[in-house]
């Protein structure tokens, strides 16, 4: 069957298809729930009332973007809403998440050779949560600054500077590891 025959039916409350649906996507959008909160009930649970969220909304899904990044953008919504119900820290940053671009030099996203993986994750824990919101997003999750602006109702404006300031505040912190004074 295809993605727009089951989006189709799902429109029209098909259960078997709404099912179909979610198991092709659940495994996925928990690893992305997972990526903000510590618990695994807890992002259980948002995947969930993403799910039935989405559901609820599927007639606002214009397929503009494909279903699946529809369905990340309601799962990090819930996440980000959770957070903030709940005021908990984002969870450590899983090792498959993070990858090496290759980047320009003035970019200043470059960290020496002698900081780990570990130090990176902590570092990012250990920057105030409006930095780690927006690092995360455009760091990890790949969104540009129009989208994390929708996504945590900011400005771009202000997902820029929040970013800088993040990124500022994230050399500070891995200078500090360097120079053997953090951690």
Not at 25 to 43: E, I, P, Q, T
Request: hydrophobic fraction near 40%; include cysteine; charge should be neutral.
């Amino acid at each position: 069957m295809f993605q727009v025959d089951i989006i189709e039916q799902c429109k029209q409350n098909n259960r078997k298809a709404q099912l179909q649906l979610y198991n092709q996507y659940c495994d996925g959008m928990y690893s992305v729930a997972k990526r903000f909160l510590k618990d695994a009930d807890d992002a259980e649970d948002v995947v969930q009332e993403a799910f039935i969220k989405a559901f609820s909304k599927l007639h606002q899904y214009k397929a503009e973007v494909t279903f699946g990044a529809w369905l990340k953008r309601i799962v990090i919504n819930k996440s980000i809403d959770f957070l903030k119900s709940k005021k908990q820290r984002l969870v450590e940053l899983e090792e498959v998440h993070l990858k090496v671009v290759d980047t320009v030099e003035e970019d200043k996203w470059l960290v020496e050779d002698a900081i780990t993986l570990n130090d990176v994750k902590k570092a990012i824990n250990n920057l105030p949560e409006k930095y780690q919101y927006v690092v995360m997003l455009y760091l990890i999750d790949g969104y540009d600054h129009q989208e994390i602006s929708e996504i945590l109702n900011i400005s771009e404006v202000a997902s820029r500077t929040q970013l800088s300031r993040g990124k500022t505040k994230l050399q500070e912190l891995l200078a500090l590891k360097r120079n053997g004074t953090r951690y």
